[in-house]
Structures are given as C-alpha cells and as structure tokens.
C-alpha cells in the first residue's frame, strides 16, 4: 500500500508541474545532455517603430506587448487597419529574465492569429524556443534539503495535439514585433483619455472613439482595444479603481536568463530539459528549465513571512521590484535556500543586477470587459490579456489565454472587414459582446486557478484528498490546453474528451 501511495504522489508531483510546462505523459527514456545551440540572430532596429500617427483608424490597440502585436497581427491579416500605440519610448523593452511556457491552446491561438498572413508564427516560436523534453521532478524535506521523492517525466506529441515548447519572453516578443508592419506600431504614445464621437455625417451619437494622447494628440477609431497589462489605464477608465485593485498572494518572485555556459559546473538541466525542486515549505521552489537559444531560465520563490529582513525592509519601504534588487540580497537569498545546491548554482552565475524580482500578483475578476454606457463609449472599447484578467504566473497560462483573446477578437472582427466595403463600424458593438461572453468566464477561471495554486504549494497529506487534487488538477489542465482557437489547424480534443 505504501508503495502505491509514493507512485501516486510523484504522478501528481509530475502533474501539478505540468500544469506549470503543459508536458505529456510518458516516461523518458535515459538521455545524455547534448549540446546547447545559441542561434545568432539580428536584432530589429527599433527606429522604425515611430512612423506618424493616423487622424484615424479601423481599430486602434492601446499597449505593444504579447497581446497587443498578436491582435494586430490578427486583425491586418483579416484586411482590417489596425494600429499600436505603446507608451514606452521602446517597443523592444530587452529581457526581464523571464521565459514562458507555449502549451498547445497557445499555439492552437498562434495558428488561429496568423490565418490569412504569409507568417506562421507556431514554427517561428518553436524555431527559437526548446521543445520540453525530460522533466525531473523532486520532492524534499524543508530542514535538510533531503530528497524524499523525485519523478522523471518526458514530452511527446501529446493527446491535446502538439508539443509544449519554452521561450524567452523578449524573443516571443519580437517574433511578433517582426510580423507587424512597423509604419503601425507607435511608440511614446501615452493614452490620456478616451471619449465617444458622433458620426461627422450623420451626426449619430457612439459612432466612434476619440482617443487623446498625453501631449495632445488625438485619434478616432471604430473600437479600442485595451491590451495594456496589468497597470492598464483603460481598465481603470472603464470598471473604476474599485476593479483595478491589486491582490499580493504573498509569494516573492525572483528570477533570471543567462547563457547556459557561464554556469561554472555545466548545464544544470538536459537540452530541453525542466528541472523543479519543492522545498518542502510554504510556497518555496527551485525551477530551472532550457528556454532555447542556448539560454537557462531560472526562478525562486519564497512566502513572504519567510523572506530574508533586507526584503522585508524593501518591500516596506516600496522599493521592491524590478531589476537591480537591494544590494546584498544574492547572499540573502544564498542562505534562503543554502539546502539546495541547485539554486545556489544560479545565484552564484547570475550578476546581482540581471535578477528579477517581483511580488506576485493579480487583480479582481471582472467579467464585464466593456461597456455599453458612456464611459465605455458605447461599447466600443473592450479589454483583452492582462488588462482584462491578470493572473499569479503559477500555471504559466497568462500569455496563453491573452493569445487566446487576439485570435477570439480578430475572428470576431473578420466578418466586418470587406475588400470593397469600408470597415462596418456599426457592428462593432454588437461583436464586442460577443467575444466577451464567449472569453470572460473562461479566462476568470484560469485567473482563480492560477491564483490557487501557487508554485511551491504542497497538497494535502490525507491521501484520499491528495488524490481528489490530483484529479481536479488534471480536469484544469484538460480544459486549458484544449481549447481551440477559431481557424486553427490542428484543433486539440475538447475537454470532454480528455478522460
């Protein structure tokens, strides 16, 4: 009996870091490390990003990360002028030292985003990522560092239909800035306010949106879309500070990429490889993965009642988060985790200032991501991506669900668009409803789950209730990677067939 009960308890270990890589299920066979190829790649001038603003446009988008240049792409693919405002100054903001996991309702949504364009986005992800191959999983004891359970998982082309590959998020990024025309991507456009236009023919009332811009600016458009993350300004102008209120989970964060090769004693994982170590406590974890290109992704977490004083102290004073942390805090974080070798490793090769650090955190569940009334100027602003549900990162879905929303928007969008007619701008509103009905409880969903369960979590010790966690976890992760996007090309089983 006991036996049984450790088998079944690496199963969920393995399943509950799957829902972190989106792994398949098979055993791996045994494998030596091959070699970690760096791919030289030219780097995208970012000059070309600062062409002169429209008087106006079909649809303009109000933020240029992951979910605003997909939707673009998604949309000037259906013949419909679209166009990016940023507010940085620089599209390309470089590497928060973050990598992220395409599971396959994320390249289901890739698919779906670049039908009807000459860029297959999926294989231009997957040219740069690792594909997720063996997985090495442990389980140890708090107050030695003592490995009482370990598990080793492999990848394959899976029942939900392809396979799980990881990415730096910095090279995602341009993968999508290289598939936007430049002359639509606007940078150092800060978005001031919005308001609704009367038609300038006919005089009808919501019949456009006029957007200011800080230093004056202004452009009208049939819809605004805002895909301006977490801090989103048009969330705050459409549901109010009440709905833009920020949840701590009181988990830290902190994390980094570097070149495989500046660790001293060698890869500390296989090509394509995940290596993730629960330390026993609340909420503590080690997590190091292949993110390609000849890069290693690496993350710690720690609760925040158990960080070291320096952190307290900053967090306190609110100078916690971003790059360059509080000098000292690489030895602070040595002793955090001087149990487990593994992390020690990266924080001796990662540079103080190239660690990221970062409170986790998401915001409340809204599921009205527009608005018919005046402040939503008659339904033709709408939210998307982190804007719209902003997400603990524990299950690695954020961008995938964002993905999910570009390609919902621009299928939406598509029949609007005519090569002989002009855009049908009085069906936005009508559309816009539709897609938030069709994503918004979706999305609070994996919003609530991600927000449960946390990295580092243990379960529970009563083993029938470990087994109803298991179960309940792999129901979640059957219903998030198999959805399909509209118009993909390889359609992932439904959920209900996941049994």
């Not at 360059?324 to 593994?342: H, N």
């Not at 190239?354 to 608005?371: G, H, T, V």
């Not at 179960?471 to 959805?483: D, P, T």
Request: hydrophobic share 35%; aromatic share 6%; glycine share 10%.
């Amino acid at each position: 009996m006991m036996l049984q009960q450790n088998r079944i308890t690496c199963r969920v270990l393995f399943l509950s870091v799957s829902l972190l890589f989106g792994t398949g299920e098979g055993l791996s066979s045994s494998t030596s490390s091959s070699s970690f190829a760096t791919k030289p790649t030219v780097r995208l001038n970012e000059n070309i990003f600062d062409g002169p603003l429209p008087e106006s446009v079909d649809v303009l988008i109000a933020g240029g990360g992951l979910g605003g240049l997909a939707t673009c792409i998604g949309l000037r693919n259906r013949g419909i002028d679209a166009h990016v405002i940023e507010a940085s100054p620089k599209l390309l903001r470089g590497s928060t030292g973050t990598g992220i996991m395409i599971s396959p309702n994320g390249f289901s949504a890739l698919d779906s985003i670049a039908a009807c364009g000459n860029v297959n986005l999926s294989e231009s992800m997957r040219s740069f990522g690792a594909k997720i191959g063996e997985q090495h999983i442990r389980m140890t004891d708090q107050g030695t560092g003592h490995v009482d359970k370990e598990v080793t998982f492999g990848s394959y082309f899976d029942k939900y239909g392809m396979d799980q590959y990881n990415i730096g998020w910095a090279r995602a990024h341009e993968v999508l800035a290289r598939a936007v025309p430049p002359e639509v991507v606007h940078t150092d456009c800060k978005l001031e306010s919005f308001e609704s236009m009367a038609d300038e023919t006919t005089g009808k009332k919501n019949s456009a949106v006029k957007v200011t811009l800080e230093d004056g600016r202004t452009i009208a458009t049939s819809l605004l879309i805002g895909a301006d993350g977490f801090g989103s300004k048009v969330r705050q102008m459409l549901a109010g500070d009440r709905k833009c209120k920020t949840r701590f989970n009181n988990q830290l964060l902190w994390n980094a990429i570097l070149p495989t090769d500046q660790f001293p004693n060698g890869p500390l994982h296989k090509e394509g490889g995940v290596e993730f170590i629960n330390c026993g406590g609340e909420g503590q974890a080690v997590l190091i993965f292949d993110s390609g290109e000849g890069q290693t992704a690496w993350y710690l977490t720690l609760m925040e009642k158990d960080a070291p004083d320096i952190v307290t102290k900053a967090i306190a004073d609110e100078t916690f988060g971003g790059f360059g942390p509080q000098r000292g805090i690489k030895s602070a974080l040595k002793e955090a985790f001087a149990k487990w070798p593994m992390a020690l490793e990266c924080l001796e090769a990662t540079p103080e200032d190239k660690i990221f650090e970062r409170r986790q955190a998401d915001r409340p569940k809204l599921l009205k991501w527009s608005s018919r009334r005046r402040k939503g100027a008659g339904g033709r602003v709408v939210l998307m991506g982190d804007a719209a549900h902003p997400m603990i990162p524990s299950l690695g879905q954020g961008t995938m669900v964002t993905w999910e929303d570009a390609a919902e928007l621009a299928a939406s969008l598509a029949p609007l668009s005519s090569s002989d007619q002009p855009f049908d701008s009085k069906g936005v509103p009508k559309t816009v409803r539709g897609f938030v009905k069709r994503r918004a409880k979706r999305c609070a969903m994996v919003q609530q789950a991600s927000r449960e369960q946390r990295m580092g979590k243990p379960l529970p010790k009563f083993f029938p209730l470990k087994i109803c966690t298991m179960l309940q976890r792999q129901s979640r992760m059957a219903i998030m990677f198999g959805h399909t996007s509209p118009g993909a090309k390889n359609p992932a089983p439904s959920a209900s067939d996941q049994s």
